[in-house]
Nanobody, 123 residues
Framework: QVQLVESGGGWVQSGVSLRHSCAASGRTFSNYAIGWVREAPGKQREFVAAISRTGSTTDYADFVKGRLTISRDNGKNTVFLQMNSLKPEDTAVYYC????????????????WGQGTQVTVSS
């Protein structure tokens, strides 16, 4: 089992930045790729970003490229998601998720999930 706990959500105005953290415990953290997935009201979960086990490879959804940066610190068992220039359409619950060995861009391919953190962006 891998336990994931997100933090860093909040209610912000359009244009500002937020930094999310995802702290992991349980199995060996460096064996897991980590992804961020979001779920907006009335919509299905959608892939946002992912990072490989070593952090050498990252992947982003087209709608966030240039505004988000995913990174990880395996010494601290933590993944970060820096979100810049937030827009109202970024309003969603953001989940971090872990997948053994390799990352994925399809949400249901992830094996473990955090509880989610709410981000609300007002115009």
């Amino acid at each position: 089992q891998v336990q994931l706990v997100e933090s860093g959500g909040g209610w912000v105005q359009s244009g500002v930045s937020l930094r999310h953290s995802c702290a992991a415990s349980g199995r060996t953290f460096s064996n897991y790729a980590i992804g961020w997935v979001r779920e907006a009201p009335g919509k299905q979960r959608e892939f946002v970003a992912a990072i490989s086990r070593t952090g050498s490879t990252t992947d982003y959804a087209d709608f966030v490229k240039g505004r988000l940066t995913i990174s990880r610190d395996n010494g601290k068992n933590t993944v970060f998601l820096q979100m810049n220039s937030l827009k109202p359409e970024d309003t969603a619950v953001y989940y971090c998720a872990a997948r053994f060995l390799s990352s994925a861009t399809v949400p249901h391919d992830y094996h473990y999930w955090g509880q989610g953190t709410q981000v609300t962006v007002s115009s």
